[in-house]
Nanobody
Framework: QVQVVESGGGLVQPGGSLRLSCVHS????????MSWYRQAPGKERELVAS????????NYAASVKGRFTISRDYARNTVHLQMNSLKPEDTAVYSC?????????????????WGGGTLVTVSS
C-alpha cells in the first residue's frame, strides 16, 4: 500500500528558510506525480507546487513562485519543497500528495494518496 510521510515543518522567522520532505513507499516512486498542498487556518486547501513523474516539469502557485522549489530524489523516493524568503502568510499545514493514473480498457483510473501533513509557522 502506498504511503507518503511528510517532515521538516517547524517555526521559522520571516525571511527564513525551511525544507520539507515527503517520503514515498509501497510502489514505484517514479510512476507518481507529486504535489505539495497547504491549508491555512480558516482557508481552503491550495496547491503550492507539483512535479511530474519524470521530474521534467514543475508548477507553482503564483504566491510562491520564485521563493519555493520542488524537486525529487529518486534514490531516496523523496520529494522536497525548499521554501525561502518565508512570509507569515505561508503559515499553514503542508501536505504531500502522490498521484498515479492507470489506464485500462481506454479508461483512466487515478489514484491519489495523501500524507498527514506538517505544520509550518512563520512568525517573529
Amino acid at each position: 500500500q502506498v504511503q507518503v510521510v511528510e517532515s521538516g515543518g517547524g517555526l521559522v522567522q520571516p525571511g527564513g528558510s525551511l525544507r520539507l520532505s515527503c517520503v514515498h513507499s509501497g510502489d514505484v516512486f517514479s510512476n507518481y506525480a507529486m504535489s505539495w498542498y497547504r491549508q491555512a487556518p480558516g482557508k481552503e486547501r491550495e496547491l503550492v507546487a507539483s512535479i511530474t513523474s519524470n521530474g521534467g516539469s514543475t508548477n507553482y502557485a503564483a504566491s510562491v513562485k520564485g521563493r519555493f522549489t520542488i524537486s525529487r530524489d529518486y534514490a531516496r523516493n523523496t520529494v522536497h519543497l525548499q521554501m525561502n524568503s518565508l512570509k507569515p502568510e505561508d503559515t499553514a499545514v503542508y501536505s504531500c500528495k502522490a498521484k498515479v493514473v492507470t489506464v485500462f480498457a481506454r479508461q483512466e483510473y487515478p489514484t491519489e494518496v495523501w500524507g498527514g501533513g506538517t505544520l509550518v509557522t512563520v512568525s517573529s
